[in-house]
């Protein structure tokens, strides 16, 4: 496709749920990243995947969160046992190795509420 | 710890001045810096940025301007318009086989017609 897309826009979920999260990174894009933004914050970095190599997963704020990226392509991010403290906006983004001068291209991302 | 600081979460500017958005960083091994804007319900998009090479780069409206011996980054908008209203990031990453970004908390811009 032409931009990175996200799935779904929006998740309501109850505490205590797992919920999956899905991004298409753009076609030919070996890097795809996760990041979160809570309310208030910043971007967090959580995950990234570039290509065959083993994914940077130095920003998981905890082991209820993981993400796997299937064929180099789809990825998706898990969250188990969902908490409060969980809600916030997940974005996807993915780049070309070379795309250091034009950064990442991000999706609209998913607002997760855990009620 | 904050690596990457913006100070001021919010700036209003008259339409057709100019608009300053500032960062500091505390990574010495940053060695690029991006700005980038984001709209409400969409994701942040990006604007320009800088190599640790270069003190200054234009695109347009848009300049960018670094300071490293003070770890200062600057985002200046000229003339400002309504439309650039949204939420500006700062970011920087240091070169390595993450290039992950690490970003700021933000500043809503608001140019007023």
């Known amino acids: 496709g032409a931009g990175v897309s996200q799935s779904p826009s929006n998740k309501v979920t109850e505490k205590g749920k797992d919920v999956e999260l899905r991004c298409d990174p753009i076609?030919?894009?070996?890097?795809l990243y996760w990041y979160r933004q809570s309310l208030g914050q910043g971007l967090e970095f959580l995950i990234y995947f570039q290509g065959n190599s083993a994914p940077d997963k130095s920003g998981l704020p905890s082991d209820r969160f993981s993400a796997e990226r299937t064929g180099g392509s789809v990825s998706t991010l898990t969250i188990q046992r969902t908490q409060q403290e969980d809600s916030a906006v997940y974005l996807c983004a993915s780049s070309t190795p070379r795309d250091r001068d034009y950064g990442y291209t991000f999706g609209s991302g998913t607002r997760l509420t855990v009620v | 710890d904050q690596q990457v600081k913006q100070n001021s979460p919010s700036l209003s500017v008259q339409e057709g001045r100019i608009s300053i958005l500032n960062c500091d960083y505390t990574n010495s091994m940053f060695d690029y810096f991006l700005w980038y804007k984001k709209y409400p319900a969409e994701g942040p998009t990006f604007l320009i940025s800088?190599?640790?090479?270069?003190d200054k780069n234009e695109d347009g409206r848009f300049t960018v301007f670094l300071n490293k011996s003070a770890k200062h980054l600057s985002l200046h908008i000229v003339p400002s318009q309504p439309g650039d209203s949204a939420v500006y990031f700062c970011a920087a990453s240091s070169r390595g086989a993450t290039n992950k970004l690490i970003f700021g908390t933000g500043t809503l811009l608001a140019v007023q017609p």
């Open positions: 076609s030919g894009h070996t890097a």
């Open positions: 800088i190599s640790s090479i270069k």
